[in-house]
DNA sequence: CTAGAATTGATAATGAGTCTCATTCCTGCA
DNA sequence: TGCAGGAATGAGACTCATTATCAATTCTAG
């Protein structure tokens, strides 16, 4: 997890297509892709994992820190970005699920570090139908779910 | 959810019992279990859903705000209490889930409140199962696992 | 080219949660 | 019962992540 080289699986072509997918559903909202949001996304699309604001900037330090957090909140209200509140002093960002898929988190209560898991699809499935239950019981409405691992790291 | 009466299903018996069970805990762990503890523990196991310090101060005005803080963090230290990041301002408490039961949370993006609910076994099996499976993959040990939903309360 | 709106970035402000410290309260022991 | 030493308390100061402000800059439609 200290390796920095480590980037997700994201080839150039994926790459361009997100910006493109990204860039309309701004515009559509009536904001603009500009420099720094992407500068932003593609931060939080090369490392391939939830990132810390401190860890965005210091990816790319010509990111100033107000706009980077201004930016981080339109993209999360443009439903681009999500934020992950994992109790630590800051909070994470990731691409939201339209883009890296629906998964879960391990979160290390040593470190503090989250880590993208997938889940096999029968349990995403039986999972959906007991919470289709609840919404129909409790009349709750849900928009999506968070199933998220508490504990410690390989590392930890 | 603006019904101040509302009341978990906790009678004196369980109550007292659950009392004595959390004081053996602290001082097992060299803690006292004073007055202010004590009256902390009890706005959560009266209430019985899910509070933010400014609900606990609120429902019990002579908790000092900083001692209230203090002692949550004791608490939570100890496993009596347990710590929900919502994503709002506040953090939220409630008995951990020796003294609760395993559940889930129904956390409203509109309001911001949370509510307890049960899943049932089944459920809850499969997805033990399931993240056994991804311990022993990712070498990631488990402590805990939480499974929320996001979405608009009834009320919404 | 230009007006009006959106964006930027430096800086100030906000506020939840934590820390400090003098005082008070317990608890074990003589 | 009295006492010493540690634990707990509460008021207030403080930290620091995040937000708001605002003048300057950059886009974009016309």
Redesign the interface.
């Known amino acids: 997890m200290t390796e920095q080289s480590r980037q997700g699986a994201v080839d150039k072509d994926l790459l361009s297509e997100l910006h493109a997918q990204i860039g309309s559903k701004l515009t559509q909202q009536g904001h603009r892709y500009t420099n720094g949001r992407q500068e932003l996304v593609e931060a939080l699309m090369l490392t391939g994992q939830p990132m810390t604001l401190p860890d965005i900037v210091e990816a790319d330090p010509k990111l100033a820190q107000s706009s980077a957090y201004r930016n981080l909140d339109v993209l999360v209200r443009c439903g681009v970005i999500r ?1 992950i ?3 630590g002093d800051h909070s994470y960002f990731e691409l939201a699920e339209p883009l890296l898929g629906h998964h879960h988190h ?1 979160i ?2 040593s470190c503090g570090s989250i ?1 993208d ?1 997938h ?2 699809s029968e ?1 995403e499935h ?2 959906d139908k ?2 289709s239950e ?2 129909a019981r ?17 590392d930890c």
Chains 1, 2 share one sequence.
């Open positions: 934020r509140n994992a109790g391990l290390c209560m880590e898991v889940f096999d349990i039986l999972v007991s919470l609840i919404s409790t009349g709750f409405t849900p928009t999506t779910h968070s199933l998220d691992l508490h504990g410690h790291c390989a």
